[in-house]
Nanobody, 120 residues
Framework: VQLVESGGGLVQAGGSLRLSCAAS????????MGWYRQAPGKERELVAS???????FYADAVKGRFTISRDNAKNTLLLQMNSLKPEDTAMYYC???????????????WGQGTQVTVSS
């Protein structure tokens, strides 16, 4: 499975960005997908995820501001980010979870990341 992110960039606080993740390869093996982020000097955190059934998860820090969705026809995962804050600045990674990942408890497919920078 290959994951390629796009849509990052520089935005002012209060603005919006939409991240996209194009999936290719053995995508039938993916049980769930999500977005992680990591800021310099901080631990990596799961921002949002969506499973095969459409159930979503959001970190408390982004609830009400971010929306995760998927376009199955285009094999694309989306993250709509509204009301962005400077603390949202981070590298954002698209991730996928296979059955192996379910058993190990870790997402096992990772994209290269896209940088999001929010200026105050």
């Amino acid at each position: 499975v290959q994951l390629v992110e796009s849509g990052g960039g520089l935005v002012q606080a209060g603005g919006s960005l939409r991240l996209s993740c194009a999936a290719s390869g053995s995508i039938f093996s993916i049980k769930a997908m999500g977005w992680y982020r990591q800021a310099p000097g901080k631990e990596r955190e799961l921002v949002a995820s969506i499973n095969e059934g459409g159930r979503t998860f959001y970190a408390d820090a982004v609830k009400g501001r971010f929306t995760i969705s998927r376009d199955n026809a285009k094999n694309t995962l989306l993250l709509q980010m509204n009301s962005l804050k400077p603390e949202d600045t981070a590298m954002y990674y698209c991730v996928g979870l296979s059955q192996i990942g379910v058993e190990s408890g870790e997402y096992d497919y990772w994209g290269q990341g896209t940088q999001v920078t929010v200026s105050s």
